[in-house]
């Protein structure tokens, strides 16, 4: 099911929407990211309508709606490159995520569709718990702050320090576990160095008396 008839769908409570504009692109080409899209939207278990000059899909959260974006981006690019698409396909992309269906989510301002980003609202960009490797910049139009997502590895690394802070990563667990423990091995160390250091004096003093023994 594609089109409109796809967001004639029941809507969950929370919704995120994501707006996408195409650049630079031939009627034939437009065809085979139209399918790309479509094909990222419902991996991520979303709904498009591709009908009118921005494509809109929706999301029931917001982690699905950008980890979509990204594949979708990334599908465009092995495109261009299998292709040789020149000028290459670029597709802009901005979340928003509103926590009231009932009211209308506005049109992002032209800056925030940009060619090749991704673009998030300050209500996307908080409402995500995002765990992937991912950085994110600040951006601000006529008093209108959004939030680039960082996700190409060349750009990644020299992208800026801010950072979402989603869902704890296994990493951050381990080292909340090795800090809490380096204090109590110091204590043991201390505790246990006495009786050690007995023993290695009479350790040493047995070996004194065998050696002159001998």
Not at 55 to 62: E, G, H, I, P, Y
Not at 183 to 208: A, I, K, M, N
Request: charge should be negative; glycine fraction near 6%.
């Amino acid at each position: 099911m594609t089109g409109s008839a796809q967001l004639q769908q029941g809507h969950p409570a929370h919704e995120a929407r994501m707006t996408i504009q195409v650049f630079s692109h031939s009627d034939e080409a437009l065809q085979h990211v139209r399918q790309l899209a479509q094909e990222a939207v419902t991996e991520h278990t979303g709904s498009i309508s591709t009908e009118d000059a921005y494509w809109v899909a929706r999301f029931a959260s917001t982690d699905a709606s950008l980890e979509a974006a990204i594949a979708m981006q990334r599908a465009t690019d092995l495109f261009n490159f299998d292709n040789g698409s020149h000028p290459p396909i670029l597709l802009g992309i901005h979340i928003a995520y509103d926590e009231n269906i009932a009211a209308a989510l506005p049109p992002p301002p032209a800056a925030f569709l940009r060619p090749g980003e991704i673009h998030l609202s300050e209500s996307a960009y908080r409402a995500i718990h995002h765990d992937q490797p991912i950085k994110f910049r600040t951006v601000d139009h006529a008093s209108t702050t959004a939030y680039k997502a960082i996700w190409k590895m060349q750009e990644f690394e020299l992208a800026g320090p801010v950072h979402h802070q989603g869902a704890p990563s296994v990493g951050f667990f381990i080292k909340v576990i090795l800090i809490c423990l380096i204090p109590f091995l110091l204590v043991l160390l201390y505790t246990w160095r006495e009786p050690l250091q007995h023993g290695l004096s009479s350790l040493d003093g047995t070996r004194t008396i065998d050696h002159q023994l001998e």
